[in-house]
């Protein structure tokens, strides 16, 4: 017992808040990092190569794998997809504590399970390849692009190439932003290779190394300094609560996000490529056990390093406590679990932004889609720099801006369309797409009452959005009663 009493207060007295991460990894760990890296690039490059040679590469190969995706790699690369802002949500929980966990966390898992069990079945009707195609046969052309516009924002990979940036400049020491160059061409590299099949057998690999790397932090945490009775006396009271201090109109504001999910491109992609509906409500349903999991490793995790480095950077401390907390060997393989988490992330949602540009957006200007796709992985990967440089990385305010948008102009129209099949024209989606964005714009950059700052735009733009889709069903219906009674 006094020990392990002197073993606590030992770390607590020479863990820093911010250190040199590469003084601190020796041989070995980078021996694991080095395998580890390797094995997920190799099975990259597996991917690209397992597919019949004697076919051409189409389409439908290149965005959706030939609609061959299995149970356990539909699961793999869907659990993989989620977590690329790992320092985000660290960010997160430092400030707020538990209240991550139901924001970034409860939320998403009832939006999941409302996807299974109401979506999965409506869009199986489709024989669509994207979001923006299924929107076109829902709909109509128009409000397919103006679908294909919000998709290729929202799909930027701006929080994951920061985060990657950000773990570059944690080992290495190089500013932020080389760190974002770099990581972003090596992804685009890669990712180009061999498009979707090369996305969902490397985040085969990183799935399990990530899932492995926060399950340690939280086994050694728990060992070195105790339970729950640990975190209590040494964590704010406000930290317990379910908004962390936060209004509860701002802590709601994450559940209407986490709708999104009904419309999120990444989702509909890997539902595309799965051989049937089964495959993908089971999928999901085995998804989000192991969300849970590892929601509840990512939160503790980040809970104990703010109890231990009150004074770190909150996006920071999490990994530099992670990082004087496991032993020689396990720092490599937590290095390497962190960067899966953020690679499987950037990758596929850089190949999905590129995907909507050269596909959904300019696709009757290029002749080959898979070289378009190509070319469109490095503007979309430019654009996402240039994007973080803009928010001066914050986490947060990419995630509610740029979902905010993209959820508050699509999520009516669409679910609309899936509850009333044909009844939502091409017109009414442009028009209350559009009319909810300006309203968004408008309500953001103009004075207001001190009583109304605190309601955020995305609820301007879903109350919009719904009014202009009530108001048009509603003429289109009396218009249609006078044309019968005539």
């Known amino acids: 017992m006094r020990k392990a009493l002197w073993a606590t207060k030992g770390l607590f007295k020479y863990m820093l808040n911010?250190?040199?991460?590469?003084?601190?990894?020796?041989?070995?760990?980078?021996?694991?990092?080095?395998?580890?890296?390797?094995?997920?690039?190799?099975?990259?490059?597996?991917?690209?190569?397992?597919?019949?040679?004697?076919?051409p590469i189409t389409p439908l190969d290149y965005l959706l794998m030939g609609r061959k995706l299995t149970l356990p790699l539909f699961v793999a690369t869907l659990v993989a997809t989620w977590y690329g802002g790992i320092f985000g949500v660290n960010e997160i929980t430092f400030n707020y504590g538990?209240?991550?966990?139901?924001?970034?966390?409860?939320?998403?898992?009832?939006?999941?399970?409302?996807?299974?069990?109401?979506?999965?079945?409506?869009?199986?009707?489709?024989?669509?390849?994207?979001?923006?195609?299924?929107?076109?046969?829902?709909?109509?052309?128009?409000s397919a692009k103006v679908a294909a516009f919000f998709t290729f924002f929202y799909m930027l990979p701006v929080a994951y190439v920061l985060s990657l940036g950000m773990f570059l400049h944690m080992i290495f020491g190089i500013s932020t932003l080389m760190g974002m160059i770099i990581g972003m061409l090596f992804t685009c590299?890669?990712?180009?290779?061999?498009?979707?099949?090369s996305v969902?057998?490397?985040?085969?690999?990183?799935?399990?190394?990530?899932?492995?790397?926060?399950?340690?932090?939280?086994?050694?945490?728990?060992?070195?300094?105790?339970?729950?009775?640990?975190?209590?006396?040494?964590?704010?009271?406000?930290?317990?609560?379910?908004?962390?201090?936060?209004?509860?109109?701002?802590?709601?504001?994450?559940?209407?996000?986490?709708?999104?999910?009904?419309?999120?491109?990444?989702?509909?992609?890997?539902?595309?490529a799965a051989k049937n509906p089964l495959i993908v409500k089971k999928g999901i349903i085995i998804s989000v056990i192991i969300w849970f999991c590892f929601d509840l490793c990512t939160t503790l995790g980040s809970l104990y390093a703010r109890a231990v480095l009150p004074h770190a950077q909150p996006g920071q401390a999490y990994f530099f406590y992670a990082i004087q907390l496991l032993p020689v060997g396990l720092k490599g393989l937590f290095v390497a679990g962190v960067l899966s988490i953020i690679l499987s992330t950037l990758n596929s949602f850089l190949f999905i932004a590129s995907n909507t540009l050269s596909f959904d957006l300019l696709r009757t200007r290029f002749s080959n889609i898979v070289f378009?796709?190509?070319?469109?992985?490095?503007?979309?990967?430019?654009?996402?720099?240039?994007?973080?440089?803009?928010?001066?990385?914050?986490?947060?305010?990419?995630?509610?801006?740029?979902?905010?948008?993209?959820?508050?102009?699509?999520?009516?129209?669409?679910?609309?369309?899936?509850?009333?099949?044909?009844?939502?024209g091409d017109g009414l989606f442009v028009c209350s797409s559009l009319t909810s964005a300006v309203a968004m714009t408008f309500w953001h950059l103009l004075p207001k009452p001190e009583v109304w700052e605190s309601l955020d735009p995305f609820y301007i733009g879903v109350l919009t959005s719904a009014c202009i889709i009530l108001l048009g069903r509603y003429n289109h219906e009396t218009i249609s009663s006078r044309i019968t009674t005539r």
């Open 200 to 272: 969902v057998f490397s985040d085969l690999i990183q799935f399990f190394v990530m899932c492995l790397a926060v399950l340690l932090v939280v086994i050694f945490s728990y060992g070195h300094f105790g339970g729950i009775g640990f975190l209590k006396t040494h964590l704010p009271a406000s930290h317990f609560t379910l908004t962390g201090g936060n209004s509860w109109l701002n802590t709601f504001i994450w559940g209407f996000i986490a709708l999104s999910t009904l419309i999120d491109p990444s989702f509909y992609q890997r539902c595309f």
């Open 372 to 424: 378009s796709n190509r070319i469109a992985l490095f503007v979309a990967g430019t654009i996402s720099i240039l994007l973080a440089q803009l928010f001066h990385g914050s986490f947060k305010e990419i995630w509610l801006i740029l979902g905010s948008y993209f959820s508050a102009c699509l999520l009516i129209p669409i679910l609309m369309g899936y509850l009333y099949p044909g009844k939502i």
């Open 189 to 197: 590299l890669y990712t180009a290779w061999g498009g979707f099949r």
């Open 18 to 55: 911010s250190l040199k991460t590469i003084s601190y990894l020796h041989g070995l760990d980078w021996s694991v990092f080095a395998l580890i890296l390797a094995i997920t690039f190799a099975a990259a490059f597996y991917g690209h190569f397992n597919r019949n040679k004697k076919e």
């Open 98 to 142: 538990i209240y991550n966990f139901i924001t970034q966390g409860i939320f998403w898992y009832i939006a999941y399970l409302i996807f299974a069990f109401f979506i999965v079945d409506k869009i199986a009707r489709y024989n669509s390849m994207t979001l923006p195609d299924l929107t076109a046969q829902m709909f109509g052309p128009k």
